[in-house]
């Protein structure tokens, strides 16, 4: 699904290069739940938002299935990024003048999905979650683990391949990021590819695999 | 998709009340600003437009050179004969008419029954006046209503101010002026419902019903006697220029023998009536006009006032974008296009524009009575909300959200999701952002301080205007119009029993009065001289106390005495004035006893020098001074009296005046005014212009500091931490203060050096309008830096107090 070959990703700054990928390949197949850990600054939000098509590599290529990422035009990747993948943070990123139906609703309004057909997916959403009840509230209103809820709800409402996950229980205490990480662990049974990037040990055992890295190369690679 | 959009941008607006109402605000004050220029301006472009065929409509002016090497003179009128020979002679002009009113007064005298009073703006007009102007009739048939001598067709505010709710229509009234009353018949009452003209008549007579009227009509003259107004329609696709261009030939072959003689070199031309309003420079026009240059200045400060609120809405968006980043992060990593990112925040300032607008037209429609009278306006503007007008509305929330909100649109929908949302600094507005809010800001104030130097030379121009030294004195002198002839009989004996009230210093019977127009000039030439080398003298009749009464000093000579009075109209006895004499080539010691001559459509006409006066302002100051003299004429021609009062208490001596007025002449209405008043008001174009530049400059000033005021709360928010911990090193509260407000001083600087210039290029320009004008003086611009800055600094310093006293560990804490 994801193959990355020879990455590399680095900032200038008063005439010198900081590295934060070098030299990085990977190959992430479909259904694969990859955990990516390392030090900070080893560059894994990066990689991260590199796979998300958030951002683009200095060097190197990227493969997403077929496509030749490295070489798409803008609006390409952003379609690819529109319909194939699904973002949860660190900081749940929830837009703060909605509610969480409106949240949720967001990535369907821009893959301009039907109002009913809208109205139907959020509902299952909600459901499935269990925060019927707290649809129409504002993000402000929630705790930090409801947040989440919603974020990851948000994330996947599309039904992306894709899940892309940012340290995304570090604002979380253990009982709600377990909470997340039992959903994850259910998304990717029924059959959705995630990576997360995570400090926790222990939810690292959630997935399939460990890539570790360091200093913006793959340290370690790991298949649980 | 835009429900959402909608959605968002209310709660965004709710949310940052601040914000949202400083934008409102500035806004709505910026539209209801603009959409009063808007309607002033449209009120002034719409006169003449609703006639039909007005496309083909003109009027003929005159160029008329009086001498060899004299100015040219732009007379918005021309000789009697001159209308309807063209639609005899070219077979393009379908119809002519001829508009006219008595030179020689200002006001007629309108009597019915019991109800006597004075009438400004009565013409005589042809019989085919109504086939060429169209005016909505209430009663009566439009193209005939003139046919029959004697007709007359009134207003309907005057026809209601002489029958109340009778119908006019077949009543008789009496109309006087300089000659006796008439009796005219009313045959049609019209009202202003189609549309405004450039005439603003209050009522109309046919022109065959002798007194001026005959003596246009058997006038044969087509050099001189340039009073009419006439006008023309071509018929449809007839080319004016083509028949410009045979006019000269048209002249020489009625008037040749004429125009040799009195050797006046005309030039006539076609005005299109629809641009009569709006066009000024021409001598003896019918009304006050509006020039298009005064209306394009509105314009552009109306521009200017809209671009500065929609300043504030760039920059206030801008400043706010490190909190507007992060959720344009967010949209994009869910799958947000830029285009759809633009569109809501385009949409936000549409929304907001929306409201302002609609905030704007009630809010000017109440303030409507208060500007009209603030901005001293003679008639009243209305706003009545057509399509057009709400079209217009719509058309300006269109550009105005466009120009606010482009800007913040595609700056803040450029962000890159992965630098924002990791919380990069630069990401949320490099250097290149801020250059480019420092330059809004700086522009704002250019716009602000070019309004406030504006605004001072104007008041200062006018200020120079109303006090110069006019060779006159104009303070305490009443001024009783004599508009009929039969008041006139009676003056000489008015003004000898006038003196006997004590307060009353001294009197003078005139002509016309200083400030009244001018209409009397002759050509004359020295000894030995022709008509060739005549300077043409403005002139009106006086008494032999005009001089004591205006204290107006005489450098040579003698003043006029009684027995002076001409005997004849062709041999004068005459002081002129200085300009007279240096454009004759005489000095004021040699001049007396001096004989001038001037042959006029087989007259001779002698002018003798007896006395010289020094150059008296007669005119408005707007026009260079002319040669100008003043003749001893025959009270019975007197039209003015000049009182020199002396008292504390003008309504008693007043009532004294006026019952002397009831004595002598009990079925005449009286009036009277004050000189310096009737001067002031020569200068009314001025005085609108002052108080609008003045009004509206305060307005752009109020709205930018609003737009700084936001800027600086949001400088302040951001530097927190920055202040926190030179706090905690030390710092006092005003190094603090100037810290914070060092950045604005040094915009307002710059604003200041870069509009001092440009407010002296345009403000000499409007100087150049007028022969007499006040110098430009360097303080102008200090006063107007000075105020720029104590009101950034009174803005700014709010904010910056507000940070310096903040408790250090709180705003450190936060991080």
Not at chain 1, 60 to 89: A, N, S, T
Not at chain 2, 387 to 392: N, Q, T, Y
Not at chain 2, 534 to 542: E, F, L, N, S
Request: glycine share 8%; aromatic share 10%; with cysteine.
């Amino acid at each position: 699904m994801i193959t990355l070959s020879n990455l590399e990703r680095f900032y200038t700054n008063a005439s010198q290069k900081t590295y934060v990928l070098r030299d990085l390949s990977l190959k992430i197949e479909e259904g694969e739940f990859v955990t990516i850990m390392g030090p900070s600054g080893a560059g894994k939000s990066t990689l991260l938002n590199i796979i998300g098509m958030l951002d683009q590599p200095d060097r190197g290529e990227y493969h997403f299935f077929d496509e030749p990422v490295h070489k798409l035009k803008e609006k390409k990747r952003q379609e690819l990024h529109k319909y194939y993948m699904g973002f949860v943070f660190q900081a749940y990123y929830l837009i703060d003048e909605l509610t969480v139906y409106e949240n949720i609703e967001t990535p369907l309004l821009y893959r301009k999905v039907k109002r009913s057909e809208r109205q139907s997916r959020i509902a299952d959403i909600l459901d499935r979650f269990q925060i019927v009840a707290k649809k129409d509230l504002f993000p402000h209103q929630l705790s930090g683990g409801q947040q989440q809820l919603v974020g990851v709800a948000r994330a996947i409402v599309g039904n992306p391949k894709l899940l892309l996950a940012d340290e995304p229980t570090g604002n979380l205490h253990s009982s709600q990021g377990e909470v997340i990480m039992d959903l994850f662990r259910q998304l990717h049974r029924d059959g959705m590819t995630i990576v997360q990037v995570t400090h926790n040990e222990k939810y690292a055992q959630y997935g399939t695999r460990v890539v570790e890295l360091e200093d913006g190369f793959v340290r370690q690679d790991v298949a649980l | 998709m835009l429900r959402n959009y909608l959605k968002i941008a209310f709660r965004q607006l709710w949310r940052n009340k601040s914000f949202s109402a400083i934008n409102l605000f500035g806004l709505t004050l910026g539209t209801a600003c603009c959409l009063y220029i808007l309607l002033y301006v449209q009120h002034h472009r719409s006169y003449d437009r609703h006639h039909a065929g007005v496309e083909n409509l003109y009027r003929i002016i005159s160029d008329l050179n009086l001498s060899d090497d004299g100015e040219t003179m732009h007379m918005a009128t021309c000789s009697p004969p001159i209308a309807p020979a063209m639609q005899e002679d070219f077979p393009e002009v379908e119809l002519a008419a001829r508009v006219c009113s008595h030179p020689a007064i200002e006001q007629n005298l309108i009597r019915h029954g019991e109800k006597v009073f004075y009438e400004t703006k009565g013409y005589y007009v042809d019989s085919t006046f109504f086939r060429l102007f169209d005016y909505h009739f209430v009663a009566g048939d439009a193209p005939h209503a003139l046919d029959e001598p004697f007709s007359a067709v009134l207003s309907a505010k005057l026809a209601r101010k002489i029958f109340g709710a009778e119908a006019a229509i077949g009543q008789t009234i009496a109309i006087g002026g300089a000659s006796r009353e008439q009796d005219f018949k009313v045959t049609g009452v019209y009202d202003h419902s189609l549309g405004r003209s450039h005439l603003e008549p209050e009522f109309f007579v046919s022109m065959n019903s002798g007194g001026i009227g005959g003596y246009v009509r058997n006038n044969n003259s087509w050099a001189g006697n340039n009073f009419i107004y006439g006008y023309v329609r071509l018929r449809p696709g007839a080319d004016p220029q083509t028949v410009e261009a045979r006019l000269p030939e048209f002249l020489q072959t009625h008037g040749a023998e004429q125009f040799a003689e009195i050797n006046i070199k005309k030039v006539l031309h076609l005005q299109p009536v629809a641009e009569i309003h709006t066009n000024t420079g021409l001598d003896a026009d019918q009304s006050t006009n509006t020039s298009s240059t005064f209306l394009r200045i509105l314009l552009l400060i109306a521009g200017f006032i809209q671009l500065v609120a929609c300043i504030n809405f760039m920059n206030l968006s801008t400043a706010r974008s490190i909190r507007r980043a992060r959720e344009v992060g967010i949209r994009k990593a869910v799958g947000a296009p830029r285009a759809a990112l633009i569109g809501q925040f385009l949409g936000e300032s549409f929304l907001l524009t929306l409201l302002a607008v609609g905030l704007a037209l009630p809010l000017m429609r109440l303030a409507l009575p208060l500007v009209n009278n603030l901005m001293g306006l003679p008639e009243a503007l209305e706003w009545t909300p057509g399509w057009k007008g709400l079209g217009f509305a719509l058309l300006l929330v269109l550009a105005t959200g466009l120009i606010a909100g482009s800007y913040p649109a595609f700056y803040l929908s450029g962000f890159r999701p992965a630098g924002v949302l990791r919380g990069l600094r630069r990401a949320s507005g490099g250097s290149g952002a801020e250059m480019f809010r420092k330059g809004l800001v700086v522009s704002q104030f250019t716009i602000s301080v070019v309004l406030i130097i504006g605004a001072l030379i104007i008041r200062q121009q006018l200020n120079y205007l109303l006090d110069k030294d006019l060779g006159f004195d104009k303070e305490q002198k009443i001024v009783i119009p004599f508009h009929d002839a039969r008041a006139s009989e009676k003056l000489e004996t008015f003004r000898s029993e006038l003196l006997r009230i004590p307060e009353i210093g001294a009197a003078t019977g005139m002509e016309k009065a200083p400030g009244q127009s001018l209409v009397s000039d002759i050509p004359l030439y020295k000894e030995g001289g022709s008509m060739s080398s005549a300077v043409d003298i403005q002139m009106t009749g006086v008494d032999e106390n005009f001089f004591q009464t205006l204290q107006i000093d005489l450098l040579a000579g003698r003043s006029l005495t009684r027995a002076d009075t001409a005997v004849s109209y062709n041999d004068l006895l005459v002081v002129v004035n200085e300009k007279a004499l240096e454009e004759l080539g005489y000095s004021p010691e040699e001049a007396p006893g001096k004989v001038l001559h001037s042959d006029f459509e087989n007259q001779h006409i002698t002018a003798t020098i007896v006395g010289v006066m020094e150059n008296v302002h007669y005119q408005t100051l707007g026009a260079e001074l002319r040669p100008f003299m003043v003749t001893a004429g025959a009270p019975a021609d007197f039209r003015n009296l000049i009182a020199d009062v002396q008292t504390d208490d003008y309504p008693v001596l007043m009532s004294k005046v006026e019952a002397l007025w009831q004595k002598l002449l009990p079925d005449l209405p009286f009036e009277f005014s004050f000189l310096d008043a009737d001067i002031a008001r020569l200068y009314q174009t001025e005085r609108t212009l002052s108080r609008i530049v003045g009004a509206f400059t305060l307005m752009a000033i109020l709205i930018s500091c609003l737009g700084l005021f936001g800027l600086s709360v949001f400088a302040a928010e951001q530097r927190t931490k920055e202040i926190g911990i030179r706090k905690v090193l030390g710092a006092s509260t005003v190094g603090i203060v100037q810290l914070l407000s060092k950045d604005y001083l040094k915009l307002v600087v710059l604003a200041l050096l870069l509009s001092s210039p440009l407010a002296y290029f345009i403000m000499t320009k409007w100087l150049d309008h007028f022969a007499y004008r006040t110098g430009i003086e360097w303080w102008v611009f200090l006063a107007a830096g000075l105020a720029a800055l104590v009101v950034t600094l009174l803005t700014v310093s709010f904010q910056s107090l507000k940070a310096a006293w903040s408790d250090p560990v709180e705003s450190l804490r936060s991080e």
